[in-house]
């Protein structure tokens, strides 16, 4: 009788990043559209994750984007990054509006000594299809975002990471007594864990089993942010 087996694959560092900074990416694309950020006329549709997935055709926020996984990628090999966290904040009073918070946890041993791990690609794959769907479902129960809106990235690093001149020491943007709903997570087994948060300013009713009614921990790092902020448009 035959039997089914799971291919699994090898994962390194340097693979674990690029697939977590590329996540992230298209992440914060479908961030930015389903939050109403953009206008929606100016995001374009390709599949990635075996899902619909859409993409900004605005050129500042690509380059934007597309330095910033540069970025990213570049800390996680190094086993530097903590936490990175995405910001929407009113445009006219600059107020923050919600923090999505992608927490990291990274294998030591891969960072030191150089080890690989096991998990299959399509298991990796599934994981992250679970948040793509949920970041794309919560319009349904986050506050509609009524207002002209910007955005902007933190990044959690170690005290002793090295900072492009193009990042400067920031405030945590934080947003007093807010609600939270915790996402699914993912790992590749060298990122151990990457799990995702969304903090809101405004009380709404939602199934209270996806309430997470733990704080953001503070962590002992530097805060950074990129200087060049995006101009928003009207949310849809």
Known sequence: MSSKT????IITLRGSSAIVSEFFGYAANSILYNRGVYPEESFVKVKKYGLPMLLTEDENVKCFLTNLTTQLSEWLEAGKLQRIVLVIMSKSTGEVLERW????????????????????DKEIMREIQAIMRQIASSITYLPCLDEQCVFDVLAYTDNDVEVPFTWIESDPKLIANPQMVKLHAFDTKVITYC????CFTKYILICTELICVTFCRYIKSIHWCLTRMTNGTKNR
């Open 195 to 198: 799990s995702v948060a969304i």
């Open 101 to 120: 918070n992608f927490s990291i946890e990274t294998d030591k041993e891969a960072v030191e000594k150089g080890v690989s791990r096991e998990k299959s």
């Open 6 to 9: 799971t291919t699994k694959d």
